[in-house]
């Protein structure tokens, strides 16, 4: 089995407090840390890069940093995501010529590798990969923004992965929350990303423990 994890995304949070933000979600129960760090190519938006996670680390000593690199050529910021404090490294299939050497050089490094498919891509397009990664991401919205509508007709690609792979992490992202957990759940992701529906919580633990509970069932 795989492990059951809340991972709150932070592209709705009060960036101007990001630090206060992240310790205030693990402090509410999150399981890790979804990063959205967008190149303005690869996605029509902008955040931040490895110097944010760099002062991120100084002052959260030992929570899981998922990287969600929505940027051209990801294989360019391997490197430096990995020395600011970074764990796990999730680049897009669409956004690399070279996916294997870009999972290659992720594992030199230590850090964790994830895959992720924007809702266009077919799912079998992870299959070659399927064995060098530590989790397949299925995005349940078009990767942009905070704040969309959860995308149910991903969820055959959830199930698709999770019946051939036991074992596989598999998260989705998008758009997700108490409306819908329940239907990501049926059909195998045991890594939930929600934004909007966790920062926008009259109660961030509560909603949590919701979450997690649907996933745990
Ligand atoms: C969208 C990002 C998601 C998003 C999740 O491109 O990858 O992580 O911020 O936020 P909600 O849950 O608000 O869609
Ligand atoms: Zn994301």
């Known amino acids: 089995r795989v492990e ?32 959205d760090v967008m190149d303005g190519h690869f996605v029509p938006n902008l955040t931040f890069g490895h110097p944010v996670v760099k002062c991120l680390r100084s002052h959260i000593k030992d929570a899981f940093f998922d990287m969600h690199m929505m940027v051209d050529q990801p294989e360019k910021w391997i490197k430096d995501m990995h020395e600011s404090g ?32 924007k809702p266009k891509t077919e799912v079998e397009d992870l299959l070659p990969f399927i ?59 045991n890594m939930i990303v929600a934004g909007t529906s966790i920062i926008k919580s009259p109660n961030r633990s509560e909603t949590i423990s919701l979450l997690k509970k649907a996933v745990s069932d």
């Open 4 to 35: 059951p994890m809340i991972g709150p995304s932070i592209l709705n949070a009060d960036l101007s407090i990001l630090r206060d933000e992240c310790k205030n979600l693990l402090e509410s129960g999150a399981d890790y840390l979804h990063l």
């Open 131 to 189: 064995n060098d990664i530590d989790m397949a991401l299925i995005m349940t919205v078009e990767p942009g923004k905070g704040g969309q509508s959860f995308m149910g007709d991903m969820m055959p690609k959830v199930k698709f992965l999770r019946d051939k792979f036991q074992y596989l992490n598999i998260e989705v992202d998008g758009g997700v929350g108490p409306a819908n957990i329940n239907v990501c759940a049926d059909n195998g992701a």
């Open 86 to 117: 970074a764990t796990q490294f999730t680049f897009h299939l669409e956004a690399t010529q070279q996916p294997e050497e870009c999972i290659r050089k992720i594992k030199e490094t230590g850090m964790k590798v994830g895959l992720a498919i």
